[in-house]
């Protein structure tokens, strides 16, 4: 089965940086695209960024722009987000999820890791 | 890039009734790149309809997505009482992608 399994809770302080890990299983890596998500607390979804596995091309949300990097190693089927200097109002939890197109280019994301929180704290 | 406002911010209506979510966007987007999403409280979100109509695997026919250019609709036809929590709508065009600020809905 689809698993999306994502690394353990932060805590940083403004200006360091988190990556967070996120290991796939249970399909064909680079079939499909992962996209990370954050969810303040008590708040809306938030899109952050998103590789296409297959051929390593990226884009990411304005609000970050600069601050992200989104990576994915083929060879263990895992992808990572890095952001840098961090700031207070970047304390959210993070979900990598896998994404999707199907044969009409229609796009979906299908199954969530179990999220990481990142708090950013001085 | 591209904004999606969903309407109400909250919906309180009673289990069998029929609810209806709106999802704006402020400029045209594919109907192939119009997603809604379900999260219940301390659980990730779980995808319902993609490509604007059509159910992901083992959603029930009691959601129904809808519309087209800047104007999409969520149909829960008759409501069951896990159907009272919070929906996204998400677009996936023009690049960069975005999620709408979601509708609570809750029993009245």
């Known amino acids: 089965q689809v698993q999306l399994v994502q690394s353990g809770a932060e805590v940083k302080k403004p200006g360091a940086s988190v990556k967070v890990s996120c290991k796939a299983s249970g399909y064909i890596f680079d079939d499909f695209g992962l996209t990370w998500v954050r969810q303040a607390p008590g708040q809306g979804l938030e899109w952050t960024g998103w590789?296409?596995?297959?051929?390593?091309?990226?884009e990411s949300a304005q609000k970050v722009q600069g601050r992200v990097t989104v990576t994915a190693e083929k060879s263990t089927g895992t992808a990572y987000m890095e952001l840098r200097n961090l700031r207070t109002d970047d304390t959210a939890v993070y979900y990598c999820a896998r994404v999707f197109w199907d044969g009409a280019g229609s796009y979906g994301v299908d199954h969530w890791g179990q999220g990481t929180l990142v708090t950013v704290s001085s | 890039d591209i904004v999606l406002t969903q309407s109400p911010g909250t919906l309180a209506l009673s289990p069998g009734e029929r609810a209806t979510l709106s999802c704006r966007a402020s400029q045209g987007v594919s109907s192939s790149y119009l997603a809604w999403y379900q999260q219940r409280p301390g659980q990730a979100p779980r995808l319902l309809i993609y490509?604007?109509?059509t159910r992901a695997a083992g959603i029930p026919d009691r959601f129904t997505g809808s519309g087209s250019g800047t104007d999409f609709t969520l149909t829960i036809t008759r409501l069951e009482p896990e159907d009272f929590v919070v929906y996204y709508c998400q677009q996936f065009g023009d690049g960069r992608w975005a999620f709408g600020q979601g509708t609570k809905v809750e029993i009245k």
């Open positions: 590789i296409n596995t297959y051929n390593g091309n990226t």
């Open positions: 490509g604007t109509s």
